[in-house]
């Protein structure tokens, strides 16, 4: 079945950087872009962006431009998040997500979604 | 960027209420909504794409509604498995936005 697997809780210092992985089975990697959205502790959802892993190209969300680095390895259908100079308001669930898209239909949002990845930001 | 605002925040409801969520957009999008339940400590799980498709799989009582800037959550007869927090997402352009939430609660 289609799956994102995300890697595992992360424990950052204030300034340092994060990477998160999610690797994609069941589909052809290349074929859809992926998203990523972040939840801060009983928040709701914030989009931080889009890869799309057959070329590379990406798009970011404003308040993450200059911070945020989406890319891929496609040889082991992987995604990767990297979130730099971390403060206490990255403190967040990260999650992957698919995003399908049909030339004649259009996009088929957020489907499925990775398990998601606790990012802790404490000094 | 597209604002989605999303109706009420939270509301107490009983097994079997007919359960009703409402996602305004700040312009048109229109049909490029989906409807996301999620249930503490689990990733979202998509009930609804193209503002009415129902997602293979999910009960028929999950019915969405709408075009342009108004959309709708309907919940026919709510079970005890359908309490979560439901959003909305439009994805008619970048970046994509989600509106606040709305919390199901057991009344």
């Known amino acids: 079945q289609v799956q994102l697997v995300q890697s595992g809780a992360e424990v950052k210092k204030p300034g340092a950087s994060v990477k998160v992985s999610c690797k994609a089975s069941g589909y052809s990697f290349t074929s859809s872009e992926i998203n990523w959205v972040r939840q801060a502790p009983g928040q709701g959802l914030e989009w931080m962006g889009w890869m799309n892993p057959n070329n590379g190209n990406t798009g970011y969300a404003l308040k993450f431009q200059g911070r945020v680095t989406m890319t891929r390895d496609t040889s082991i259908d992987t995604a990767y998040l990297e979130l730099v100079s971390l403060t206490s308001e990255d403190t967040a669930v990260y999650y992957c997500?698919?995003?399908?898209?049909?030339?004649?239909?259009?996009?088929?949002?957020?489907?499925?979604w990775g398990q998601g990845t606790l990012v802790t930001v404490s000094s | 960027d597209i604002q989605m605002t999303q109706s009420p925040s939270s509301l107490s409801a009983s097994v079997g209420d007919r359960v009703t969520i409402t996602c305004r957009a700040s312009?048109?999008?229109?049909?490029?909504l989906g409807w996301f339940q999620q249930k503490p400590g689990k990733a979202p799980k998509r009930l609804i794409y193209a503002a009415s498709t129902l997602q293979s799989g999910v009960p028929s009582r999950f019915s969405g509604s709408g075009s342009g800037t108004e959309f709708t959550l309907t919940i026919s007869s709510l079970q005890p498995e359908d309490f979560a927090t439901y959003y909305c997402?439009?994805?008619?352009?970048?970046?994509?936005?989600f509106g606040q939430g709305t919390k199901v609660e057991i009344k």
């Open positions: 997500a698919r995003e399908e898209y049909d030339l004649w239909s259009g996009y088929y949002p957020f489907d499925p």
């Open positions: 312009q048109g999008i229109r049909n490029d």
């Open positions: 997402l439009q994805y008619d352009s970048y970046p994509r936005t």
